[in-house]
């Protein structure tokens, strides 16, 4: 049984992107919210706008002017970000489509953008 666990988990490690690899995907790919709607699950793309409110745990309300979209930050990189709702942001991220629930962006970098 530990065999099949242990295969298991490597089989699913090796399906997830490093962040490095969303990194550098997302630096040729800036999007608009209102364009996350035609893109596949898992694409890397990078979002500037504004922070709008935390909604509940790592959930966060995100808006560029065309459209606001569920932004999803862990704890540790929110908490590293020293951002706050109403800032002016730059997200990084994938790209998550669900099968029950809206679309939302899986964040591996958030940063305040000055003005």
């Known amino acids: 049984m530990g065999?099949?666990?242990?295969?298991?988990s490597l089989a699913t490690g090796a399906w997830a992107k490093d962040?490095?690899?969303?990194?550098?995907?997302?630096?040729?790919n800036h999007v608009?919210?209102?364009a996350i709607a035609k893109l596949?699950?898992?694409t890397a793309v990078t979002l500037k706008g504004t922070l709008l409110k935390h909604l509940n745990e790592d959930h966060y309300e995100f808006s560029d002017g065309t459209g606001v979209i569920l932004l999803d930050i862990d704890?540790?990189?929110w908490k590293a970000s020293n951002i706050k709702a109403g800032d002016k942001v730059q997200v990084v991220g994938e790209?998550?489509?669900?099968?029950?629930k809206p679309?939302?962006?899986e964040a591996v970098k958030i940063e305040k953008v000055l003005k």
Not at 95 to 100: F, G, L, S
Request: charged share 30%; glycine share 0%.
């Open 3 to 8: 065999l099949c666990i242990t295969s298991l």
């Open 19 to 28: 962040d490095h690899i969303i990194l550098q995907e997302a630096a040729k």
């Open 32 to 34: 608009s919210v209102s």
């Open 40 to 42: 596949k699950d898992e």
């Open 75 to 77: 704890d540790d990189l």
């Open 95 to 100: 790209v998550d489509t669900h099968r029950y």
């Open 103 to 105: 679309t939302d962006i």
